[in-house]
């Protein structure tokens, strides 16, 4: 996925700074800060209660933050809300539909509830092709299947063609193929819209996003792009399969500069193959395995990173202990 640079004198999309919310004696939000160029897709990670949802509501200013500020597109929520509501497009975690109303007439709502300017068919014609919903257009809500329905809050968000996105566990109930045609239609709005995307699901960020912002109790532990912050050099677990000998094995972990861990089951159940699991000091490690391998002439049939990047990060930080 291509970022475009931040264009020089302009403002990002989102500038979040000191943000603070307490619910009671419950600190949800401890001063987080962020930002967000334009024309990026960012992972808003953390924990189930870690303040995703409570930050989402300040961005689109349907609450207040107790301190901090936060600008969309150089506009401040708190003293311009009506302007910034017509830079942002929200998609909310319990997606607030009207199962008895059709699609169609459901996005024609929308249009008129947001007070929409212009004609109202093309905003609807432009927000049903982006999302694919031209073959269940008419039929209602209710008799959509997950999928559907959350296209159709999607493309709820998209009528007055914001500048940014906010989606809140966009593809949280949907079944394995849902999921797959919901992410890939957030890759398609990426490629002209900024993308903020909550999730507690690593692979959904993976897949997604190139740059990660990452809360826990309510506090940033983490912010910038998914290699920079996944990928650096440290302990990482591999399952690695030769076809060979026990000896010619652990040969090969000793010359890479890896430490056994222990046997493993045959890849396969191949009786010609030994596999074990090792300990790398990161990417680089990995890619010693392969070069010494080869050197020796030795038959990879599996060398597969377990546990790392960003799960081995998510896992440290949140307090899960080493992955």
Not at 66 to 89: F, M, N, Q, W, Y
Not at 254 to 278: I, L, M
Request: charged residues 20%; hydrophobic residues 40%.
């Amino acid at each position: 996925m291509m970022i475009p640079d931040q264009v020089e004198g302009v403002p990002p999309v989102v500038e979040v700074r000191g943000l603070t919310k307490a619910y009671g004696s419950v600190e949800a939000l401890r001063g987080i800060d962020f930002s967000i160029p334009s024309g990026e897709v960012v992972g808003f990670l953390g924990p189930n209660g870690a303040g995703k949802t409570t930050a989402i509501k300040i961005l689109t200013g349907f609450l207040a933050a107790d301190s901090g500020s936060v600008r969309i597109c150089g506009l401040d929520v708190e003293t311009h809300p009506l302007e910034v509501k017509t830079k942002v497009g929200y998609l909310p975690e319990n997606n607030p539909l009207y199962l008895d109303m059709r699609v169609g007439d459901y996005l024609a709502f929308a249009w008129k509830a947001r007070g929409g300017e212009g004609a109202a068919s093309e905003a609807l014609d432009r927000a049903v092709v982006q999302t694919g919903l031209q073959q269940v257009f008419h039929r209602f809500l209710g008799e959509c299947s997950k999928g559907f329905r959350q296209r159709a809050g999607i493309a709820q968000a998209l009528l007055h063609d914001p500048e940014l996105l906010l989606l809140d566990e966009p593809t949280n109930g949907l079944d394995p193929l849902q999921v797959v045609e919901i992410r890939n239609l957030i890759l398609e709005l990426g490629r002209t819209k900024t993308v903020l995307l909550t999730t507690h699901v690593l692979s959904e960020v993976e897949a997604l996003a190139e740059k990660v912002v990452l809360i826990h109790e309510g506090r940033k532990v983490a912010d910038g792009s998914l290699d920079s912050i996944a990928g650096g050099e440290g302990p990482l677990q591999v399952h690695l399969g030769i076809r060979g000998t026990k000896e010619e094995l652990k040969g090969l972990v000793e010359q890479a500069g890896a430490a056994w861990v222990s046997s493993r089951p045959r890849p396969f159940g191949d009786e010609g193959c030994c596999a074990c699991s090792a300990e790398v000091s990161g990417p680089s490690g990995i890619e010693e395995l392969a070069s010494q391998a080869a050197a020796l002439k030795l038959s990879l049939v599996e060398l597969a990173p377990q546990g790392g990047g960003l799960e081995a990060l998510f896992r440290k930080l949140a307090g899960g202990g080493p992955a």
